[in-house]
């Protein structure tokens, strides 16, 4: 029989919808998502980025629609797209219906700020009802309706979930349900409260996601601690590391927080010590030097690089491939079983030719990064 892997909590049951071709809640894989940072009229480049997105594994992808111009690129974008697009609405309530009828698989509504918001409901439910078009209500710590911020006196957990539940209580009032839930705050606290809170009142779909989380290193160990607290609960069905840096950074750390979790198969997880006063060999650089040589592979395979007799040989013999080093040598391990000592000037070399012996053995499953170039 096949291991199921083991998870800290059953996941909530939640209503599930499609963003295009991708599932999103009820029983379907927690989802990856990212946003382009190129002007979306540059289709080429959005395209180009989007493709860059894709082959690094995401499933969804936003762009921003602030103009005009950028709603008319549209249609060419979400047909052009290797996965489903989400159009990121602000403002104008015009551009919702122009990114529904550009065919884009959900678009994003930030109810705090496009005008009139809630008097558009009913019609923006019609269109993207009859469109297939499924909505994520995203509100907003830093654009939050000023009638709750007069009522609350800032951004507080139950401030961003009065705001969701009242504009999902207007979409389902009109029976619309195709719709996800964010609640962001750039405080992890505040936001896992928020989630929970927003959790116990209905079946939605949940978007994570720790808004404005700040640079990589920042931004990473926020969105971590608030994603692991929620997703170890059963709780968010789709993420976005929101980092600044490169979108495929993003994409990165949303894959490992979920492999780490078991709620992704797990690909390439290099174990290394963070070595000490026992170890013999320069860990530091066999680790980064390992992880370089093995960047893009797809297949699950643990490799351990330790540094000491202490804990080396237990590891490496866990690992798929390992190797367990002291006195300018190093015991390579597969599959738990010492198969060659190297020199250490060999173990990277050896490691690297070994893994990908491994995996050529293995089925790939790595998503294709090839864009669709657009020719006016």
């Not at 990212?34 to 002007?39: A, D, I, Q, V």
């Not at 249609?75 to 403002?91: G, R, T």
């Not at 979409?171 to 405080?187: Q, W």
């Not at 971590?224 to 968010?236: K, N």
Request: aromatic fraction near 4%; proline fraction near 6%.
């Amino acid at each position: 029989m096949p291991k199921i892997p083991e998870v800290l909590a059953p996941r909530r049951k939640s209503r599930e919808i499609k963003v295009g071709s991708v599932m999103v809640g009820g029983n379907a894989p927690v989802s990856v998502q990212s946003m382009t940072t190129t002007p979306t009229t540059d289709i080429n480049a959005t395209l180009q980025q989007i493709a860059e997105l894709t082959a690094a594994g995401c499933d969804i992808v936003r762009v921003a629609c602030p103009s005009r111009d950028d709603a008319e690129a549209l249609p060419i974008i979400a047909m052009k797209s290797q996965i489903p697009v989400i159009a990121d609405i602000h403002f104008q309530p015009a551009y919702v219906f122009a990114a529904i009828d550009a065919g884009c698989a959900a678009v994003r509504v930030n109810p705090g700020n496009i005008r009139k918001f809630d008097d558009q409901i009913a019609e923006i439910a019609k269109r993207a009802k009859a469109a297939g078009t499924s909505i994520r209500i995203g509100v907003n710590a830093g654009s939050l309706d000023p009638r709750l911020l007069q009522k609350y006196g800032k951004a507080t957990p139950e401030a961003l979930v009065e705001s969701a539940v009242w504009e999902a209580s207007l979409f389902e009032e009109h029976d619309f349900h195709d719709f996800k839930i964010s609640v962001k705050h750039n405080d992890p606290v505040v936001m896992v409260k928020a989630y929970r809170l927003l959790a116990e009142r209905g079946d939605w779909p949940l978007h994570l996601g720790v808004t404005e989380a700040g640079p990589a290193f920042q931004g990473t160990i926020k969105s971590a601690t608030a994603f692991g607290i929620l997703l170890s609960e059963g709780i968010g069905d789709t993420i976005r590391v929101s980092l600044s840096a490169p979108p495929v950074e993003e994409v990165k750390v949303g894959l490992q927080i979920l492999q780490s979790l078991n709620l992704r198969e797990r690909k390439l997880e290099i174990v290394s010590c963070p070595s000490c006063g026992r170890a013999q060999v320069d860990v530091y650089t066999l680790a980064e030097e390992v992880t370089k040589g093995l960047e893009g592979m797809s297949v699950p395979l643990r490799v351990a690089v330790m540094g000491c007799v202490v804990n080396g040989p237990g590891e490496a013999r866990e690992a798929d491939l390992g190797v367990a080093s002291g006195n300018g040598k190093g015991q390579i391990f597969v599959k738990g079983e010492v198969i060659k000592t190297v020199p250490e000037s060999e173990i990277v070399a050896t490691l690297i030719e070994e893994a990908n012996r491994i995996a050529s053995e293995m089925p790939a499953s790595a998503g294709s990064g090839t864009p669709d170039v657009y020719t006016p």
